[in-house]
Every structure is written in structure tokens, then in C-alpha cells.
């Protein structure tokens, strides 16, 4: 089973200040995937990350609103940036399964703008 | 595009009881994955159970089944003498196969919050 270390686990940040949120996997994966979770809500996926390519983003998720670094196999960063209050969510990223089809999460990461 | 409905937002039981969780989805695939994850307080994302579509046999592990009726296209889990310990947010995904074994992403029902009452 893949171990995925997520930091920070949370924050508080102020509007109109970025964010930047890291994820290091214990083996390397092909894609790391990107999810939100608003407050009561579902998982919904920002975006796919590849190494060494542009990572693709979902329908309503842009790229210059969530950065997304993919430098290796083994770990990502997602960046909110320009926050505000309607960002404060949980983020968390996550494996996608691999060949073993479970996909493993790292532990979220819950943010709050004021 | 793929959908998951858990239509039951909440659901409280007493300990030791049995409990079933709904989910339906729609999809034009034939081969795909079914998931019931579990996320308590802690945000941790965590397998409880899967199926994989071409099995006609439910899946099973321990306290928690799956009724998976791939023509209606429902995945239901049962979870048999609950504890205090299963009180979290469940919540149903589904994931495309593909032929060439590799990471897909998943497509989330709403959640159903489970309460377990001692």
C-alpha cells in the first residue's frame, strides 16, 4: 500500500494570499490526482498530474487558480492562489491506484480564507 | 460522462445493528471499478470495501458487504453489527478500467453521513 504524506494539514490564510500544498509519495506514481471538498460536500477533481507535462485540468478549474508542480514520480504541490473565503476547503491529492486499482489519499489539507 | 447518487444524506443506528448504504450511478462503460470509501473527522480518506464490475460475486470483507446489481445499476454496502468506530462520512466512486493497468480517477457519490449510537 502506498504511504502519502500531505502537509499542511491545515491553514489559515488571508484573502488574496496563495497557498501552497505539498504531497511526497512513498513510491513513484505515474499521475497524482487533485481533489476539493467543500465544506459538507463531495470529492470533486481539480486536476491530473503527470510528470513532466502540463498537468489537465477539470472543467472549471484553471491552471493560473491552481498551479500544480509535478518535478518527479514522487511528489506534487497544488497552489491556491489570489484566495478567497470560497476557497476554504479540504484538498487532498491522491494516487490514483496505480495497478493495484485502490487509490490512496494523503491526509487533506483544511484551508480557510479570512 | 459518469455519475454516482447516494441519495440518503444521513443515516443514524444503534450499535450492533445492521445498516445499508445506497448508491446508484450511470455509465456507458462495461468495465469499470466500484468503491465505498469512508472519511471520519480526521479527513483521512479510507478503502473500506471494492468490486470490480466484471465479478458477479459481491465483495466481502468482514462486517461490510456489497450488493452490486450491474444491470440497475446499484452498489449498495452492508454494514453488519456496526460499531462506534464506523460513525463517519461514506461515500460510493467509481473508476473507468482500462486495459493497460493504470491510475484513473474517481467519480464521487455525495456521501451519506453514518451515525452509530451507542
Known amino acids: 500500500s502506498a504511504v502519502i504524506s500531505q502537509k499542511p494539514s491545515r491553514d489559515i490564510c488571508q484573502r488574496g494570499t496563495s497557498l501552497t500544498i505539498q504531497c511526497q509519495v512513498d513510491?513513484?506514481?505515474?499521475?497524482m490526482f487533485w481533489y476539493r471538498q467543500q465544506p459538507g460536500q463531495s470529492l470533486t477533481l481539480i486536476a491530473t498530474a503527470n510528470q513532466g507535462s502540463e498537468a489537465t485540468y477539470e472543467s472549471g478549474f484553471v491552471i493560473d487558480k491552481f498551479p500544480i508542480s509535478r518535478p518527479n514520480l514522487t511528489f506534487s504541490t497544488l497552489t491556491v492562489s489570489n484566495m478567497s473565503p470560497e476557497d476554504s476547503s479540504i484538498y487532498l491529492c491522491s494516487d490514483g491506484g496505480g495497478m493495484n486499482t485502490e487509490a490512496f489519499f494523503g491526509q487533506g489539507t483544511r484551508l480557510t480564507v479570512v | 460522462a459518469q455519475t454516482v447518487t447516494q441519495s440518503q444524506p444521513e443515516m443514524s443506528v444503534q450499535e450492533a445493528e445492521t445498516v445499508t448504504l445506497s448508491c446508484t450511478y450511470d455509465?456507458?462503460?462495461?468495465?469499470?471499478?466500484l468503491f465505498w470509501y469512508k472519511q471520519p473527522p480526521s479527513r483521512q480518506m479510507i478503502l473500506v470495501i471494492r468490486q470490480e464490475a466484471y465479478k458477479q460475486q459481491n465483495a466481502t470483507e468482514n462486517r461490510f458487504s456489497v450488493n452490486f446489481q450491474k444491470a440497475a445499476k446499484s452498489f449498495s454496502l452492508k454494514i453488519s453489527d456496526s460499531q462506534l468506530g464506523d460513525t463517519a462520512m461514506y461515500f460510493c466512486a467509481f473508476m473507468k478500467r482500462q486495459r493497460i493497468q493504470g491510475a484513473q480517477k474517481l467519480v464521487f457519490g455525495q456521501g451519506t453521513r453514518l451515525t452509530i449510537n451507542p
Open positions: 455509465t456507458s462503460e462495461n468495465n469499470y471499478y
Open positions: 513510491s513513484q506514481v505515474t499521475m
